[in-house]
């Protein structure tokens, strides 16, 4: 079992930064991607980036590709997402998400990211 609480979510201005977290605790092992997904009121929960917990590959959707950045800090268990140049259409709950194998089997709560035009 992993459990995954995300965090750093909040309201900020078209082009602005903001940068969420995503702290894992239990069966590390079972780690082998986290991503980061997201929900907009309305639509259907969409990939946004992920990468490898032991090698650090990454992977980008295109809509976040330059400007969005995916990191870990393996000691401390913990991924980052640095959302830069922010868009009133990156307005979403984000879901960091791991599980064993390339699964997503564990799901954190979600945090709030709200862009204003």
């Known amino acids: 079992q992993v459990q995954l609480v995300e965090s750093g979510g909040g309201l900020v201005q078209a082009g602005g930064s903001l940068r969420l977290s995503c702290a894992a605790s239990g069966r590390s092992s079972s780690m082998y991607v986290v991503g980061w997904f997201r929900q907009a009121p309305g639509k259907e929960r969409e990939f946004v980036s992920q990468i490898t917990w032991n090698g650090g590959v990454t992977r980008y959707a295109d809509s976040v590709r330059g400007r969005f950045t995916i990191s870990r800090d393996r000691p401390g268990n913990t991924v980052y997402l640095q959302m830069n140049s922010l868009k009133p259409e990156d307005t979403a709950v984000y879901y960091c998400?791991?599980?064993?194998?390339?699964?997503?089997?564990?799901w954190g709560q979600g945090t709030q990211v709200t862009v204003s035009s």
């Open positions: 998400a791991t599980g064993p194998g390339g699964s997503f089997s564990y």
